[in-house]
């Protein structure tokens, strides 16, 4: 049975951006973890009773690796525990991306923390490539950031193409530099300012970012017929589906984004 | 720890579920839910309710608010689709109602009347929409019309959960027990907030939330402990309970069952744990009903 359990800290760094890596030790998690999912880390501080929710970033054999931006105090109090330390985890939860029916050339769109998921998803979809195990050929990765960019490295590794933006630093902005949000640096691709190749032959994309972002893309993607998947956030009591703190409208009823999400198909969700 | 009875029905141990905190496709997922006295399931409305926008969740020292402002599909649903497997699996089912006005409570008894649910919880912490949203659980009068309200739709035993947002516990307590009630559980949540530093306005979208968790059990403890002292009818305890040792306090405090409702949401087999440690504490205290 799934249970909330012990795993070790193996890594818990600075990465840059304000942004931590950590690596735990959780051999049924990483056993399973598909990209969109996500686990709930506890504060070992009793005091901070919910758990705190963060996108699977990678899995392989004994391990996740998870990003965390310092945000609050649940954040700053992981950012200062130790590798050999234990943390208590639950997980995967969630339903996660589905990467099987997006066509040949597959946009992943994330904002600011959004890009952890994506990271995941796009090191898979590469591997699916690779394999010759499905209908895509191509990745593009969007990236948007408030300030600095962090994992564009990383998954630049496993996109054809790799576009930043930074609302307020456009030295972070690459190849364009200029300062802005995902939307602009999409009107701006497509007025030709910057070779995008195959832009407008995008069949799928996976965006996962804050709400207005989700439901820019929403809009963008609708125009053009691409089938889009959003990856939803919410404040969670639980994260497995118990408190009913977490749901969402769709055209299909209510759905708890921790058990029925957060991966939505973006046509059913109502967007406010 | 031993089984108990409560209105002739035996319960396996004296562990339940606080309403609103079980959900029977995701909980069993962590633990068989078989193993507990009995599964109290959420506050269910005639209609279906679509509760209160997002956020609904805020974390507090020691504690959480919700606002989920009882979302729920309906009786209806309830007795077509939760209801049937959990009574397949023999478990003692009690019911939570909630009602925004008597006839509202009523409609929902009526209709679990003609189930086999096995008790019933009347939730009177909800707004009672015509007295200006005023909870009814904070007037004794209107506890006593809604309870003899429903007594005189069913024959299943009746719990009135009480609402802690009172000055006097022990009176309206008091006015649900003549009112005919045959069971008290208590206590509900707290009424709380807290506020966005950033944008200076409450976190929670509604407002307001519930107050839950380890901080509100001395609250909880004192309250059953006068409740006890006050009525003779079983009570069911709850209220911050996170182990066995916290259930153990509350049947010193005069409870005749406990339930977890908190702890569960954040340790997903806390109720099943904490049957097993509440049967270490009887070891090592002794049987807290002497
Ligand atoms: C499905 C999902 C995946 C996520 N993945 C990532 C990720 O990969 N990397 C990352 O940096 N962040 C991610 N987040 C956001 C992350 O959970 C919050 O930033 C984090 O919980 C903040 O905790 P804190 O104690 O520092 O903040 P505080 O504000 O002190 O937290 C107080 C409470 O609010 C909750 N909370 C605060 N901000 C958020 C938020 N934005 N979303 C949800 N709950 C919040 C906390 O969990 C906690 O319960 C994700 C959120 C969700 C719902
Ligand atoms: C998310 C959540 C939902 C709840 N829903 C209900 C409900 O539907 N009906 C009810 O009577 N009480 C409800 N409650 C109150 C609990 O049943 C319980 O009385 C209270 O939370 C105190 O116990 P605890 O500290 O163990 O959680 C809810 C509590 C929480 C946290
Ligand atoms: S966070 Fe509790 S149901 Fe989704």
């Known amino acids: 049975m799934k249970k909330r359990e012990r795993a070790q800290i193996l890594e818990n760094i600075k990465i840059g951006g304000g ?6 030790h959780a051999p049924e998690i990483a056993d399973t973890a598909k990209p969109g999912q996500f686990v709930n880390l506890y504060l070992p501080q009793k005091q901070f009773l919910l758990p705190r929710p963060f996108g699977v970033a990678d899995a392989d054999g004994q391990a996740i690796t998870l990003y965390y931006m310092v ?46 998921s994506l990271l995941f998803a796009a090191r898979r979809l590469r591997e699916l490539i690779q394999k010759s195990d499905s209908s895509a050929k191509k990745i593009t990765a969007v990236t948007g950031f408030r300030d600095t960019a962090f994992l564009v ?27 802005g949000n995902i939307l602009n640096l999409f009107f701006a691709l497509e007025a030709g300012s910057v070779k995008a190749s195959g832009l407008d032959k995008i069949t799928g994309c996976l965006s996962c970012g804050p709400m207005p972002m989700l439901r820019a893309m929403d809009q963008w993607c609708g125009d053009k017929g691409i089938a889009l998947q959003v990856c939803l956030e919410a404040r969670m009591g639980c994260g497995m589906g118990a408190c009913v703190g977490c749901t969402c409208e769709t055209t299909v009823g209510k759905k708890k984004i921790c058990v029925d999400g957060p991966v939505f198909d973006a046509k059913e969700v109502c967007w406010v | 720890m031993n089984g108990i009875e409560m209105f002739g029905i035996h319960w396996k141990n004296p562990v ?12 069993p997922k962590y633990y ?3 193993l507990l006295g009995a599964i109290t399931t959420k506050g269910v409305s005639p209609i279906p309710w679509r509760g209160n926008p997002l956020p609904r969740i805020a974390e507090t020292p020691s504690g959480m608010l919700n606002a989920v402002g ?13 209801l049937p497997e959990l009574k397949q699996r023999g478990m003692v089912v009690i019911a939570n109602v909630a009602g925004h006005e008597i006839e509202e409570y009523c409609a929902v008894v009526r209709k679990l009347d003609k189930t086999d649910v096995d008790i019933l ?61 045959d069971g008290i559980s208590l206590i509900n949540t707290l009424v709380g907030m807290r506020i966005d530093l950033n944008t200076g306005k409450p976190i929670l979208a509604n407002g307001t939330g519930g107050l839950s968790g380890p901080a509100i059990r001395p609250i909880a403890i004192r309250m059953v402990y006068e409740v006890a002292h006050a009525v003779d009818v079983p009570i069911i305890g709850m209220g911050g309970i996170m182990t066995g040792e ?12 406990v339930a977890v409702g908190t702890a569960a949401l954040i340790d997903p087999a806390a109720p099943v744990r904490i049957v097993q440690e509440l049967e270490e504490a009887v070891r090592k205290y002794g049987d807290p009903r002497k």
Do not use: W
């Open chain 2, 32 to 34: 068989n839910p078989e």
């Open chain 2, 121 to 181: 919880e009347l939730n009177v912490s909800c707004p009672n929409l015509k007295e200006g949203g005023l909870a009814f659980g904070v007037d004794p009068k209107a506890v006593h019309l809604v309870t003899s309200a429903a007594k005189q739709h069913t024959k299943k035993p009746i719990i009135v959960k009480l609402s802690p947002n009172v000055t006097n516990i022990v009176e309206i307590a008091k006015a649900a027990v003549a009112a005919g009630a």
């Open chain 1, 19 to 24: 942004i931590q890596r950590i690596r735990l």
């Open chain 2, 70 to 82: 009882l979302e729920n599909p309906g009786v209806d649903a309830y007795i077509e689709q939760e």
């Open chain 2, 246 to 257: 916290d259930a153990y306090e509350f049947l010193l405090a005069g409870a005749t069952a």
């Open chain 1, 153 to 179: 490295e990383e998954i630049s590794k496993y996109c054809d193409q790799t576009f930043v933006i930074s609302e307020t630093d456009g030295t972070q902005s690459k190849p364009l530099g200029m300062t």
């Open chain 2, 16 to 27: 339940t579920t606080a309403a609103g905190t079980f959900n029977a496709k995701e909980s």
């Open chain 1, 71 to 116: 945000v609050g105090q649940g954040t700053e109090l992981l950012s200062e525990k130790k590798s050999g330390h234990f943390l208590d985890i639950l997980g995967p939860n969630g339903n996660g991306y589905d990467l099987s029916a997006m066509g040949e050339h597959i946009l992943l769109a994330s904002g600011g923390t959004g890009i952890p």
